[in-house]
């Protein structure tokens, strides 16, 4: 499998790519000034964090045929929250690009944040888009069987607004449950939950990343979003999680980072894969 890393800004790098040229993006970019990186000194937040998103967003939609998925989080300081996902959302909306219902990754946040009067914060949003209809996709790639089957607990409300249980008559004289064939893979929905704590994120060389994200998180969206043998782009590669993760399961990746510190990491985690 090809397993391309890239060193310099990733916006630069996008643009000498044709459109359309990958099966899908995903990636998790700087959060606002979360982090320093190292001697890069990033400290963009606010709507200035949101601009320099946008337009690397709108890139990965070019080169991109297929999905485009972004972890993103803001900042709570001074009991107040940026907002910084939603107004990326918002602006995105505004340029005129296909957003997606955004699904969240679900991780246990840090025991006592949240603040003296605030919840904990258990989940990070996924800012998804495409160009329309998804050319490939498994949506059930990582689901698991139905929880109930025909006649079982589940029930709906009809037009009128009344509550309906499986099974119901039918004019025709058959049951709903007689009509309703449960699928084998139920679909996973659009919340992701992955355990992190205790080293569980997959790989120790992703610790050397100020920021990563756990191999869980990927595994899903490549094993749904981009077929066998097909091409998956992280922009903000990092440890090369997304990379390392797309060689297991048969795709190919390209990935960018602007520090070469991160090249290595990328090209420890391809080898660890490798063995």
Known sequence: MKNEILTGDCLEEMRKMPDKSVDLVFTSPPYEDCRLYGDLGFCLKGQ????????????????????????????????????????????????????????????????????PDWLRNDFEFIVCASQGRLPWSDNVACGSPPKYGPGGAMSHRMRDGTRKTNPGRRKDGKTEDQNYKAPKIANPGNVITCSVGGGRIGSKIAHENEAPFPEKLAEFFVRSFCPQGGVVLDPFSGSGTTAAVAKRFGRNSISIDIRESQAELHHRRIEEVSQ
């Open 48 to 115: 200035a964090w949101v601009d320099w998103c946008v337009e690397r967003y709108v890139e990965c939609v070019r080169v991109c045929r297929g999905l485009v998925a972004w972890v993103v989080e803001g900042r709570t300081a001074k009991f107040q929250w940026t907002a910084s996902p939603a107004l990326l959302m918002a602006d995105l909306h505004r340029k005129g690009i296909k957003l997606r219902k955004p699904p969240v990754y679900r991780r246990f946040g840090i025991c006592g944040s949240g603040g």
